[in-house]
């Protein structure tokens, strides 16, 4: 049976305690010592936190003490572990292992950086994720809005030119690249990439420019003297020897001489298309010096 406390024995104790209701339960001797076992227990597991006058040292040390005893905490203040929380959020182990789906060719490099830098950032899969599915939506509709746009303007040189566009193409492409321009811009212009207005302004200025090529006799020598660009000369000499019945191809007809001459001064000036121009010439120089 356990043992009652004496009556009157809070009267022993000191005066700021005695009248305390945590006593008021107590009649034993045991219920006396289990109240201090866990008074003492609670107090072992109990963490004191640092006023507004602690110092920089003393709060470091109750932080180190609360993630100590409360491991599931997230805390990103002054003296946290990020690199904990960031995996604790669902960072992955290493940059590779983002899940990102289908990546466009053009694009491969750009986010390989992008998953360097969002794991070191912290991010998880599942933002990173979400991030990438956004610019991926913006990729989208910026190539469909250029696809749109370069298929309008086929079709703006289509109802232009008809079944001259592709020549039309290759004359302006060729001449391009008399002026100079890169390979690029000649091909942009030969895939129908210029533009109709500007396609047209094209027109202008080969209508008003003397070709560097050889000038060649009219069609069966009727007299006209006219300059001509290599990639003209190739298509008229493809044009002769594929067309059966041209004069060139028959060699009964009476105009099968002026043919054969015409014949060979297109081949002079396809094949002058080979030779370096004088601007090519002085780049040579300027890149061998």
């Known amino acids: 049976m356990p043992l009652e406390l004496p009556d009157g024995w809070r009267d022993q104790l000191p005066e700021d305690i005695k009248t305390n209701g945590v006593f008021d339960d107590v009649k034993t001797i045991d219920q006396m010592a289990t109240m201090i076992v866990n008074g003492r227990t609670a107090q072992a597991h109990s963490i004191r936190i640092p006023g507004s006058d602690a110092n920089a040292e003393t709060r470091t040390e109750f932080l180190t003490d609360l993630q100590g005893k409360v491991p599931d905490l997230v805390y990103v203040g002054e003296g946290a572990d990020l690199s904990n929380v960031y995996d604790r959020m669902g960072r992955p182990k290493e940059s590779t292992q983002y899940e990102l789906g289908d990546i466009p060719d053009p694009l491969t490099g750009n986010f390989e950086n992008l998953t360097k830098k969002a794991h070191e950032l912290g991010l998880s899969k599942t933002q990173l994720k979400g991030m990438t599915e956004t610019i991926l939506g913006d990729f989208n509709d910026s190539m469909n809005e250029q696809a749109g746009k370069m298929e309008k303007t086929k079709l703006e040189l289509k109802t232009e030119y008809g079944d001259a566009m592709s020549d039309k193409l290759g004359v302006a492409s060729d001449f391009a690249k008399q002026l100079g321009f890169d390979a690029n811009f000649s091909a942009a ?101």
Do not use: C, W
């Open 189 to 289: 212009i030969k895939d129908g990439m210029m533009g109709l207005e500007n396609m047209k302004a094209f027109d202008k200025i080969m209508d008003g420019f003397e070709s560097t090529g050889p000038r060649i006799g009219g069609e069966l020598g009727d007299g006209g003297r006219t300059n001509i660009t290599p990639y003209e000369a190739e298509q008229q000499l493809t044009e002769m020897q594929n067309n059966k019945t041209h004069p060139f191809n028959n060699p009964s007809d009476p105009m099968h001489a002026q043919a054969k001459q015409k014949f060979v001064e297109l081949v002079t000036a396809a094949e002058s298309g080979k030779v370096q121009t004088e601007t090519e010439k002085f780049r040579a120089a300027q890149n061998s010096g």
